[in-house]
């Protein structure tokens, strides 16, 4: 932890809300359609050079049109030809080159190109959608008896039959809601992708870390019917022919560029009070480090043993990692740039304000004292929740005994029907399922949760299968005999350890329950009994959770979330009132946002600046044939030599990533940075270890976008994969 002396904290403060008023460009994520209105001139001050009816135009081809939603918000891509061809994230199409892998063809680690439409691969479960219409539906809602009833009368009827996928959006906090409707195509197919050693150069080390060097992307094409429209995986389906697609500037990048950004940010909390970022440090932050290092660890001992492992849980494994790493940087940096007292400071002035009128002071006083008691009063649950969702809910054995409970708890003439709802279910999961790991990850969740869960929220049944009963028995002449159905004798228990009860009960449920076996699974779904399903040890863990869940922690969650939503929503309004003339952007929320800045260096700290832009020259320097994050392809290395970089280097060098000032957060992976003509410079992936309290708190000098350059893209396309053909179909500006 860092510690600063009082006057050094309350300088830092009041220079980082001077520093934002003066790079008020640099923070926030716009609505498109709004941004035309509302930030125009301050784009144009910036050198934006397009017409404003060119960011977001539903009647005529615009920006928008080129940006892709992935999965429902996963990640963003981007259409960089007229054929359908997208460009996104090396990261965000790991889980289906994940899925698309074997021993026998790693495309994980050996990439993979098609050199004809028809060595195209299909990619299961991804979608991508277009966003055709957005629209402001706040006074309906508001004007309704039933503000759920209309929000889903909104969305069935945008859907038009099934036609679109419909969504009406919160914003800050309930005070607004947007309608946000897409066409979604759901035949995907992966174009190319590099090896990892490209696509992952770095690795877990180099995560959220600048200077940067990989080239996080990948390149996936569109599938259409005879009309163009969205229809399922078909050999005879079509590429996809959008309204718009980006051209790909060669130009390059210099300081002082306009840069911007369009996509799917995930989600930011930019209206946290001082209270809440305190308990993040305190305790929250904490328990999910320590929860997710754990998995994680487990996860990467059985995937450095076994190659099948490492293949199928790859995608798994590094959507976790990188969650881990986030927290553990997010937490570094709140805590050094103290941002609870910087909060402070603004609720000071905030709550001067309220009471400085009667009706304010009415309405406002008394928000901030609220948040704080509520926080305050509510450690206990913020602790159960994160060692309930990241920890027993998140374990697979868990998840997979859910498939079972319905036979524990409903009426046996239910069994018919609800053996052909489960079936596929408990044969998908074994699929990816290794009982080893499995068992081994599920002692540590449950000697986590049983040691850190206030008793009042953990769940009875851990307790009870910890700590069974002891033996009955019952005379039968001169011999005691267990009664039916009574447990196995557990007075030794008296003197074990918690780690050693965890450990006894999970290896005695590993060797008989349905639920890790799937020749026992398979039988009981043949004859599914209630006495079996009942007594299985994992079912009873299951059930249990669940159960308690729903009927003690659920409903106090719910009273929580609700009294801090309330909170939220009128504390955003007072700060909305109190800055009538400023413009204001609601949180992220997996909407279409746009960001605009500059290409900039920055100084980390005292004696250190970096520079905006990395080349081949630094993979060089990190080159390490022993670390498997360090590795550089033979090839890439054979060009770096010749200095053989075609069209795509300047002055002897190649770039391959740079820095802008955007303001992005997760879901944005994958999104196209933009020059001010509206041409593709690169491809965002990630942001700097300095700034990873963006989420909750931004500042601008030290706020950075890390991208990968255009030109590095489409060298390695060129170059290094041979896929000249996919250079051919693209727009190249010179």
Not at 467 to 480: C, F, Q, S, Y
Not at 610 to 637: C, H, Q, R, W
Not at 704 to 722: E, H, P, S, W
Request: proline letters at 5%; aromatic letters at 12%; one cysteine or more.
């Amino acid at each position: 932890m860092y510690k600063y002396r009082l006057g050094f904290v309350l300088g830092f403060c009041l220079l980082t809300i001077t520093s934002f008023a003066q790079d008020r460009s640099y923070e926030g994520m716009w609505l498109p359609y709004k941004a035309a209105q509302v930030n125009y001139s301050d784009m144009k001050s910036l050198g934006f050079a397009l017409s404003d009816s060119l960011i977001y135009n539903e009647k005529a081809p615009s920006l928008e049109d080129g940006i892709v939603r992935l999965n429902d918000g996963m990640c963003t891509a981007e259409l960089i030809s007229g054929e359908g061809l997208v460009l996104t994230n090396h990261h965000c199409a790991y889980e289906g080159v994940a899925d698309l892998s074997s021993l026998d063809r790693d495309i994980l680690s050996d990439g993979f190109w098609a050199m004809t439409r028809e060595e195209e691969i299909p990619i299961p479960n991804y979608t991508a959608s277009f966003l055709i219409h957005s629209e402001d539906v706040t006074a309906k809602i508001m004007a309704a008896e039933d503000p759920e009833e209309a929000i889903a009368a909104i969305e069935k009827k945008a859907t038009e039959g099934g036609k679109y996928k419909a969504e009406v959006k919160e914003m800050f906090a309930g005070a607004e809601y947007n309608l946000f409707v897409y066409k979604v195509y759901r035949d995907v197919r992966l174009v190319g992708v590099p090896p990892s050693s490209i696509g992952k150069f770095g690795g877990d080390t180099d995560n959220w870390v600048w200077p940067r060097h990989t080239g996080d992307f990948a390149m996936i094409r569109i599938y259409a019917d005879a009309d163009n429209e969205p229809a399922d995986y078909a050999a005879e389906n079509q590429p996809y022919h959008p309204k718009f697609h980006f051209p790909i500037s060669l130009k390059g990048v210099e300081e002082n560029d306009y840069a911007m950004i369009m996509g799917y940010p995930g989600s930011t909390e930019r209206y946290l009070t001082s209270s809440a970022v305190q308990l993040l440090l305190d305790q929250t932050n904490d328990d999910r480090i320590s929860l997710l290092g754990a998995k994680t660890s487990i996860m990467k001992s059985y995937m450095d043993s076994d190659p099948e492992i490492r293949i199928a849980l790859a995608g798994d494994y590094a959507s976790l990692m990188n969650y881990y790493k986030y927290l553990i940087g997010q937490t570094t940096m709140m805590k050094r740039y103290d941002v609870p007292g910087i909060m402070a400071l603004k609720e000071a002035k905030f709550q001067e304000w309220a009471d400085a009128e009667p009706a304010r002071k009415e309405k406002y006083g008394s928000v901030l004292t609220a948040f704080a008691e509520l926080y305050g009063s509510n450690k206990e649950i913020d602790k159960a929740v994160s060692y309930t969702y990241l920890g027993a809910f998140a374990s697979n054995t868990v998840l997979n005994a859910r498939n079972f409970v319905g036979f524990a708890l409903a009426p046996e003439a239910r069994f018919p029907a609800l053996t052909e709802r489960v079936k596929p279910e408990v044969e998908a999961s074994f699929e990816g399922f290794y009982p080893e790991m499995e068992k081994e990850i599920l002692k540590s969740i449950l000697l986590n949760y049983y040691e850190n869960v206030p008793e009042e929220f953990r769940a009875p049944v851990v307790e009870e299968l910890l700590n069974p009963a002891p033996m009955v028995m019952e005379e039968t002449g001169k011999k005691k005999k267990k009664k039916k159905n009574a447990p196995e004798p557990m007075m030794e228990m008296m003197d074990m350890t918690t780690e050693e009860k965890v450990d006894n009960f999970v290896n005695m449920a590993f060797a008989t329950s349905i639920v890790v076996n799937q020749d026992l699974a398979e039988a009981f779904l043949q004859n599914p009994t209630k006495e079996v399903a009942v007594n299985d040890p994992l079912v009873k863990l299951s059930t249990g959770l669940i159960l308690f869940f729903q009927q003690n922690m659920g409903a106090v969650q719910e009273e929580y979330d609700a009294a801090k939503a309330e909170l939220e929503k009128t504390y955003i309004e007072g700060m909305r009132e109190m800055h009538a003339d400023e413009a204001f952007y609601p949180d992220a929320n997996s909407t279409m946002r746009l960001t605009y800045g500059k290409v900039l260096p920055y100084e980390p700290r005292d004696g250190v600046e970096y520079s905006y832009y990395t080349t081949l020259e630094g993979i060089m320097e990190k080159e390490d044939e022993s670390n498997p994050e360090f590795v550089v392809p033979a090839k890439l290395k054979s060009l770096y030599l010749d200095k053989d970089y075609g069209q795509y280097g300047t002055n002897g060098d190649l770039n391959v990533c740079f820095l802008t000032t955007n303001d992005i957060t997760g879901g944005n992976s994958g999104s196209p940075v933009l020059n001010s003509r509206g041409e593709l410079i690169g491809c965002a992936f990630d942001g700097n270890w300095e700034a990873m309290s963006g989420d909750i708190h931004v500042f601008p000098s030290l706020n950075r976008t890390i991208a990968v350059d255009a030109r590095y893209v489409l060298f390695v396309v060129d170059k290094f994969a041979g896929a000249s053909h996919l250079i051919k179909e693209m727009t190249i500006v010179k």
